[in-house]
């Protein structure tokens, strides 16, 4: 039997970011969470997290702010840090939409990944050899064709198709497509769902940046 954690999304179809559609939240009566893209009858409905973009906004010409007596107005500055984390986070976004339309997942998700494994460093090395932004394995490189998996375009397109087999194998249980992810299919398989707490911590790390990712293209 499949061993789920409370508080944690399964069951939910792995699809294009804009074709998620509305996520519905429910709670069974044991307490365990469930998002879905479905309607479900018999469940407790907590939440319905819509997924319509607002209009855009026609563009409007800024106006220099009045100077303050006695000089110049000042800009507002923007965080040195931030700046840089946030330009980090967009400098593989053509590769990330590419990955996206080949293997058929959200550009969130693959955002949210990449984000817990290396935090957009192309150049990380885990203790236990894990390489590149999605921390690929070098079996799993070698089995995804990545022959450089220090190189961004290669590295997301290999962990994306990683990603998209994972989905094939678990039909799009998130729970299991990350677990499998981070600990192994042989470690899902003899746990028979989530084998790890600190794969559990994992899944709920990602899947959180993967909601915050899809609140930030909203916007």
Avoid at 15 to 24: C, K, N, R, V
Avoid at 43 to 49: S, Y
Avoid at 121 to 145: C, E, K
Wanted: charged share 25%.
């Amino acid at each position: 039997m499949r061993r789920l954690v409370p508080g944690i999304l399964f069951a939910i179809l792995i699809l294009p970011s804009e074709a998620f559609g509305d996520i519905y939240r429910y709670q069974t009566d044991d307490g365990e969470v469930i998002l879905t893209t479905e309607p479900r009858k018999g469940l407790k409905l907590l939440e319905v997290i819509r997924d319509s973009k607002p209009a855009a906004k026609p563009a409007k010409v800024a106006k220099a702010p009045a100077p303050r007596s006695g000089g110049e107005a000042k800009p507002k500055l923007v965080s040195g840090v931030k700046a840089a984390s946030n330009l980090r986070e967009t400098a593989y976004d053509a590769f990330i939409e590419e990955a996206s339309r080949l293997y058929n997942i959200p550009v969130e998700f693959i955002k949210a990944v990449i984000k817990i494994e290396s935090n957009f460093n192309p150049r990380a090395v885990s203790s236990v050899g894990a390489m590149g932004l999605m921390q690929l394995m070098p079996g799993t490189a070698d089995h995804m064709r990545v022959s450089d998996p220090f190189d961004p375009r290669e590295n997301i397109l290999g962990g994306t198709k990683y990603l998209r087999r994972l989905s094939d194998r678990y039909d799009g249980d998130i729970n299991l497509i990350l677990s499998g992810y981070h600990a192994g299919p042989g470690n899902v398989a003899k746990a028979g769902g989530i084998p790890f707490e600190k794969t559990q911590q994992y899944v709920r790390n990602v899947y959180n940046w993967y909601v915050r990712y899809r609140e930030d293209a909203k916007k």
